[in-house]
C-alpha cells in the first residue's frame, strides 16, 4: 500500500477524533448552560416564595397590631365615659 494512503487515512482519523471530542464539548456546555439555568431559576422562585411568605407574615401583624390598637381605643373610651 502506498505510504499517502495511510498518512490521509491517519489525518482523517485525527480530523474525526478532534471533531468528536469537539462536539462532546459543545454538548456539555449545553448541558452545563441548561443546569446553570435551572439552578437560576430555582434560586429565584425561592426568592420569591420568600417574599410572599414575609409579606403574608408583615400583613398578618399589622392585622393583630390594628386589632390591638382598636382594643385599646375601645378601652379607653370606656374609661372617659365612667370618668
Known sequence: MDPTF???LGI???VVFVV???LRHLRQERTDRCAE???FVN???NHIDHE???L???TDAI???QALLAGRAKSSKSTRARR
Open 6 to 8: 495511510w498518512l490521509n
Open 12 to 14: 482523517a482519523g485525527t
Open 20 to 22: 468528536r471530542l469537539f
Open 37 to 39: 439555568r435551572e439552578a
Open 43 to 45: 434560586i429565584i422562585a
Open 52 to 54: 410572599r411568605q414575609a
Open 56 to 58: 403574608e407574615k408583615l
Open 63 to 65: 392585622h393583630a397590631l
